[in-house]
């Protein structure tokens, strides 16, 4: 069965400082995808980053890298030059692929807090 | 553009009342999920439709019912509330038609529920 996890309940950063939020996974399927939201205190879900387990480079969005070590089965999301508005909860999420199509369900990690100090 | 739209954002139950959360997407999207989040769990799937017609339970189902009406609405009923239900619930959808592993889930502005 898949499994995420999450091991830092909480992080502090200071402004304009990288930052480096852990996501371990648990797979048995070949195929499958992995992705990072943001939760600020707002409430909403904001996707940022996708890494599929075939692709060759580590995904980056702006500010955000994804650090997939596939042996290791990892996937630390990576916030260069913080600011204080990246101060939010961050989910780890993965898909395992079904070739047959039957399932595509996404499982959650249990949050890192981040706060970003000025 | 309205995205996922949840209906209400906030409820308050007497432990027993039934309930249903309201969900529908204006985006075409095959799949539709319904999540609910707590402290230290993180999110937790209780049921999803991978499309019109079908509905598969996920991690977290007791005590849920839900119903697929048509490709938009995907409605999640709490039967008989208990507090152990109170919980911020969250509705997403995804686009399943091209198969690919890498569809995200677009999500609503969640419902926060209190059963006393």
């Known amino acids: 069965a898949q499994k995420i996890t999450q091991t830092q309940p909480g992080m502090f950063v200071q402004e304009k400082e990288a930052v480096t939020l852990d996501c371990t996974y648990d797979t048995s399927d070949p195929s499958y995808g992995l992705f990072w939201y943001k939760q600020p205190s707002s409430g909403e879900m904001i996707f940022l980053i996708y890494q599929g387990s075939y692709d060759q480079q580590n995904a980056t969005e702006g500010r955000y890298s994804l650090n997939f070590q596939k042996a290791r089965k990892s996937a630390n999301l990576v916030i260069s030059a913080s600011q204080l508005g990246d101060s939010a909860m961050y989910f780890c999420?993965?898909?395992?692929?079904?070739?047959?199509?039957?399932?595509?369900?996404?499982?959650f990690g249990t949050g890192t807090l981040l706060a970003v100090q000025p | 553009n309205a995205g996922v739209t949840q209906t209400p954002k906030f409820q308050v139950l007497k432990t027993g009342q039934s309930m249903t959360l309201q969900c529908a997407q204006d985006?075409?999207?095959?799949?539709m999920y319904w999540y609910r989040q707590d402290p230290g769990m993180g999110l937790r799937l209780i049921y999803y439709s991978a499309s019109e017609g079908t509905t598969d339970k996920g991690e977290v189902p007791n005590g849920y019912n839900v119903s697929r009406l048509n490709k938009r609405e995907f409605s999640l009923r709490l039967e008989s509330a208990a507090p152990s239900q109170t919980s911020v619930y969250f509705c997403a959808s995804s686009d399943s038609s091209s198969g690919t592993q890498g569809e995200k889930l677009f999500f609503g502005s969640g419902t926060q529920l209190s059963v006393l």
């Open positions: 985006m075409n999207h095959n799949s």
């Open positions: 999420a993965m898909r395992e692929f079904n070739y047959g199509g039957a399932t595509n369900k996404l499982i």
